[in-house]
């Protein structure tokens, strides 16, 4: 019945879609609905939005998640193309909703939670997902994401509060970052170091550059001006900084 009127509302707004119920099931529906649902945000009224968004939510969580896991991907992706900051507070508000609605030991928790920091991000918002990088692994202590993916999530928030002026808490999510290489993959965490080593040199009152020097990835830098630089700057010495860009100016001036 949901379905229904799901299908007449949006068909209503001039969407692509038919009133009659799928004789494939409710999660045929779904399909059809959530590929149309973006057509609401047309709509003035916020609070009709939001409603309708969230009923979508309470059906999705109605089918076993394993079922469910492409529609739940869908769904968030058409949460993120939500634009202006009205719009963007619901697509906040309704992803939250489904984060909060799913089971603590579903894997698909984290990829509702990464696409719930990029609507944050376009909202300016990331205050209301994220508070520090002890709690962000306590949501997921039941169900933690793969290495590769925490260090995807990682990676996002780190532009987030790098892009809102964040620096201490970027800082400390950059440091996680790199302290999830191993030995073994330390190579692949290149970019990683020389961006947290860069957003050091320019705030250096936010980071202990010392510490940088023992992680791993900084370790594998060795030998490169990136981490000659760095430590000239741990050592403090001015006279090897202005020795260092005399030899390398071409270098610094690309920072």
Request: charged share 25%; with cysteine; net charge negative.
């Amino acid at each position: 019945k949901k379905a229904q009127e799901f299908r007449a509302y949006f068909k209503g707004l001039g969407a692509e879609i038919s009133e009659e119920k799928s004789p494939k099931g409710i999660e045929d529906d779904l399909h059809k609905i959530i590929g149309v649902c973006d057509s609401c945000f047309k709509e003035a009224n916020e609070a009709e939005i939001e409603s309708v968004l969230n009923g979508i939510v309470s059906m999705l969580v109605l089918i076993p998640v394993e079922r469910a896991e492409n529609l739940i991907l869908a769904f968030c992706e058409k949460l993120t193309k939500a634009s202006g900051y009205k719009l963007g507070m619901v697509a906040l508000r309704v992803g939250w909703l489904m984060f909060q609605s799913l089971d603590e030991h579903s894997h698909m928790r984290y990829h509702v939670y990464y696409h719930l920091v990029q609507v944050a991000k376009q909202v300016d918002q990331v205050h209301a997902v994220f508070k520090d990088v002890d709690r962000l692994k306590q949501q997921f202590s039941v169900c933690p994401p793969s290495n590769e993916q925490f260090q995807k999530l990682l990676r996002l928030l780190h532009e987030v509060l790098v892009g809102c002026k964040k620096s201490d808490q970027a800082a400390k999510v950059m440091v996680e970052l790199l302290g999830t290489y191993t030995a073994e993959n330390a190579s692949q965490a290149r970019e990683d170091a020389q961006r947290c080593i860069m957003a050091a040199l320019e705030d250096p009152n936010t980071f202990l550059l010392d510490p940088l020097l023992a992680l791993k990835p900084v370790r594998f830098l060795e030998g490169e001006l990136i981490h000659d630089l760095l430590s000239v700057f741990v050592s403090e010495k001015l006279p090897s900084y202005i020795h260092f860009y005399k030899n390398h100016k071409e270098f610094v001036h690309s920072l």
